[in-house]
């Protein structure tokens, strides 16, 4: 679907009438460093992931989800949290293909922030 | 619209409202306690003493019940996203402190209007009970270097703001209710007050700032040193009508001074109010330092905001990207799999876009002219300029949305099931009403009173609404060059709306500057329309 007319012509409609809901998402937790990056391509069979985030994160209301290959998702357990900025998995036995990582995180000050990241498992 | 969106917006609008009501609570209480404790000698309880203290317990309830909803919200979020019950989400920090905050509003709240009109320790200590919580809802609580300053530095900025533009309802309430006398020593104790609070709220702001945003290019590659921009902006501005409301002072003894006095507050409390609303959207955003990439550079700027001429000439209907609907529906027709339709504009669809955009600039620049031109009662045509509302309203009506009805292939019904359609839609039809209300307003047929403030009101609730919505996600450069010229027109929409309501609310002779500001307003609107680009 075309992006329908911008941002501006609804601040237009909104000098005139008042309400307005802009289809944008919520963003406050950005990741700062990730393994895996967007787009790499690892070798498996052990997947070893570490996000660090620009702030403090709720480890315990936090989650990772693995999108495999096949399009099914798989729910990752998370350890205890080593550095309070920072969620780290490790995921065995991981065959070739391509993935996306899918993250989920609670803010300190309870913002709730999600994002992706694809990458792909190389044959060895 | 995606419903995670539609979360996040209700999200930013409580957290809006939790900063606005803490301010009215917090301020109400160090008004009542400390400017006005004076007037404690009278036995019976003045109109302002009770005033004063019905607002105090009113924002609590509603902060209680703001913190209540966003609870609610962000439990179910949690909840459906992550399968938790409530006994794993009780725990976390923004749960903890919601309720604290609802505890303490509650107890405010409770207690009696004699302790609320001179208020004691105890409700002293709940209201900084109400700020810490505030604190910890924001960036400064969840950073990892300098967390204990930046908590401190929060702390002093929601403080003094609160105190400041927290108390403004409380004086306007005590100038409107008492009789003369007393309340010129309220007022001095305030604006001492008042001024100690700008000088907190720039303190710390500048402390946050240096820590916040870590070059000069992030304040205008940002979307937060955008909005930080904006909020400077409104600063200043409140500071100004502050500067003539400390003026009037010395004069309060005389009733156009005190008028004078009490409509300038009006307007120093909404624009006061909007700028907790822009503070509230940049608590929902990654501060600039944070983000290193996809910041845009002084050049793109430029290459995007350089005058141009508008373009008046609209690509073919045909031209345009064709409708996404009616393609999937011919898929589903034909049993193959839904078609993939890239979410990318084309150059077809920006033209249209822009074009909408320039003619709609065109009839906001003559609609300010003419307002303009009518203030001086010279030309008396002049005084139909709210028709120009009406034919803009047509032309989005026709125009916005070329995928659907009256345009394009998809139907009314189908058509209005796309949100942004419905919105648009639902606008053009509300734009027609707002200029028949100002019509019958500036011809002198309105009936009401109320009706002289539907264009006051619109167009400063519009404009702070606009500001609420600036979340770019990583700061994509194209939504941010949109934010850089929507950002004006929002300024511009609130300045529009409280020049009009000080010329609404002053007897003629005193509105002087209120009359020229709205006009020019909306005339630099529609300049910024007519110089709208896409690309």
Redesign the interface.
Known sequence: ??????????????????????????????I?ESRPGINDVITGPILEIKLRF???I?G??S?LTLILPDGTSRPVDLPQQVS??SISATVPQIVPGSYHLHW?V???????T?GDIPFSVATQ | ??T??????I??VLRAATLIFQSLVIGGIVFRRWVASEELSDPAPSRAEQLGSRLIRGTAIALAGTQVLYLAL?TY??SS??G?GLG??V????FV??LVTIAAAVAIASVPARRLRHPGNLVAALSLVVLACGV????A????EGRAFLVISTAVHQCAAAVWIGGLPQLWMSLQASGSGWHSNTARRFSRLALLSVVALLGSGIAMAVRYIDSPRAIYGTSYGIMLVVKFLFFLVLVGIGAMNRKLLGSLDRQEPKLLLRRLLEAEIGIGITAILAAASL?????AA??KSGRVSGAEIYNRMKPSWPRLRSPNLGE??PS??QATKRAQEAGKPRPF?P???TNA?IA??EY??HW?GLF?LLLGLLAALAQTRRVGIARYWPLL?AG??VF?FLR??P?GWPLGPDNFWEAIQ????M??KA??L??VL?AIFELRVQLGKARFRAAYYVFPA??A???A??LT?S????NIKE?LL??L??AP??IA?VL?GWSRWLQVRLPNAQAGLATRIWPACFIA?GAI?LN?R?A
């Open positions: 679907m075309r992006r329908s007319s911008s941002l501006q012509l609804r601040g237009l409609l909104l000098v005139g009438v008042l309400c307005f809901v802009s289809g944008l998402i919520w963003a406050h937790a950005i700062v620009n702030v403090r709720d315990a209301r989650r309070p900025d989920q609670l803010a300190g000050d309870g913002h709730i999600q | 619209m995606r995670e969106a539609l979360f996040g917006i999200t930013v962000n979020l949690l996203s992550l938790f794993q989400i725990g976390a920090n923004f402190a919601g910890l809802a924001n960036h609580f969840s950073r990892m608590t929902s955003q990654p501060p944070d983000l345009v990207s996404s609907l339709i979410f990318q504009n669809d249209w876009s909408n955009h709609a906001v509302f803009l309203a989005i916005a949305d995928e796309d949100g942004e359609v919105q648009h606008f053009a509300l734009i707002f619109v167009c609730l519009g404009g609404l606009l919505h979340h770019a996600l990583n939504q949109a934010e010229s929507h027109i929002a929409a529009a609107i329309l709208y896409e």
